[in-house]
């Protein structure tokens, strides 16, 4: 079912949130918690704020893909190849954070003036089928919120086992 105008401004100001929800949740974390990982195979804050960069960098170009040309593939891919192979602890994050606020920039802007038929674009995505521009906002919309979220119960973890 598609979205209303007032459900679609809301995820929108949701999206643009983002980053300064993501910087709150990381400026709680000690610097030395930021490596730690709750358990093998968990990521660490650190982790996790790369891995927003990378989905950010990623969500950009998707987003332009669904409007931009016609029945576009959307890739999927593996989060966690990308964290160990591109050594995410040894990527600084003032890029990365740099990075999710530009992106978010950028698209917020885009989505805001966007005419109303570009909000029935569809593409494929390798992963889940059908995927359009509404797909994108909704999956979007609360994905470095959820990282955010996961980067307060991954400091609170490392602070109840540092108890």
């Given at each position: 079912?598609?979205?209303?105008?007032?459900e679609r401004e809301q995820l929108i100001a949701a999206?643009?949130?983002?980053?300064?929800?993501?910087?709150f949740a990381?400026?709680?974390?000690?610097?030395?918690?930021?490596?730690?990982?709750?358990?093998?195979?968990?990521?660490?804050?650190?982790e996790?704020?790369?891995?927003?960069?990378?989905a950010e960098a990623n969500a950009h170009g998707r987003l332009?893909?669904?409007?931009?040309?016609?029945?576009?593939?959307?890739?999927?891919?593996?989060?966690?190849?990308?964290?160990?192979?591109l050594d995410y602890h040894?990527?600084?994050l003032d890029p990365a954070l740099a990075t999710v606020d530009a992106v978010r920039a950028n698209s917020v802007a885009l989505l805001r003036r966007l005419p109303a038929q570009a909000?029935?674009?569809?593409?494929?995505?390798?992963e889940s089928g059908p995927y359009g521009v509404e797909d994108w906002l909704r999956t979007y919309a609360a994905?470095?919120?959820?990282?955010?979220?996961?980067?307060?119960?991954?400091?609170?973890?490392?602070k109840e086992r540092r108890a």
């Open positions: 079912m598609p979205m209303t105008h007032e999206y643009a949130d983002g980053p300064r929800r993501l910087r990381l400026e709680a974390v000690p610097p030395e918690a930021r490596q730690w990982r709750p358990a093998p195979g968990k990521w660490s804050v650190h996790i704020v790369c891995h927003c960069a990378d332009r893909y669904l409007l931009c040309e016609p029945q576009p593939t959307v890739i999927g891919y593996d989060q966690d190849a990308w964290a160990r192979v040894a990527h600084p909000w029935s674009r569809m593409g494929r995505h390798t994905h470095v919120e959820g990282h955010a979220r996961q980067i307060e119960r991954t400091h609170a973890a490392w």
